[in-house]
């Protein structure tokens, strides 16, 4: 059973910086795309940016610039650097991997990040 594993989740100031980590329970080569996604209160999980095992990368329109999505296949690793924090990228942020062999995702419980102004 695949499992992963959020960290790097806190509260920053607007304007700050942070670096979330999905560690994986097995190699990522396993997986077709690896994501992150968020979920603010009384809103629907949206994507942030995914990368692929290709490392061909997508952004979600609100953070174009800021954030950074990356992978290291040595750690089972899945990086996101969040820069230029605002208030509005507040949110639990949840790691996704979609395997190549067609079945279900796999979800990490999530990491809280909170900016404040």
């Known amino acids: 059973q695949v499992q992963l594993v959020e960290s790097g989740g806190g509260l920053v100031q607007a304007g700050g910086s942070l670096r979330l980590s999905c560690a994986a329970s097995?190699?990522?080569?396993?997986?077709?795309?690896m994501g992150w996604y968020r979920q603010a209160p009384g809103k629907q999980r949206e994507l942030v940016a995914r990368?692929?095992?290709?490392?061909?990368?997508t952004y979600a329109e609100s953070v174009k610039g800021r954030f950074t999505i990356s992978r290291d296949n040595t750690k089972n690793t899945v990086y996101l650097q969040l820069n230029s924090l605002k208030p509005e990228d507040t949110a639990v942020y949840y790691c996704?991997?979609?395997?190549?062999?067609?079945?279900?995702?796999?979800w990490g419980p999530g990491t809280q990040v909170t900016v404040s102004l």
């Open positions: 996704n991997a979609v395997p190549w062999v067609p079945g279900e995702d796999s």
């Open positions: 097995v190699s990522i080569f396993r997986f077709n795309v």
């Open positions: 990368i692929s095992s290709s490392v061909s990368t």
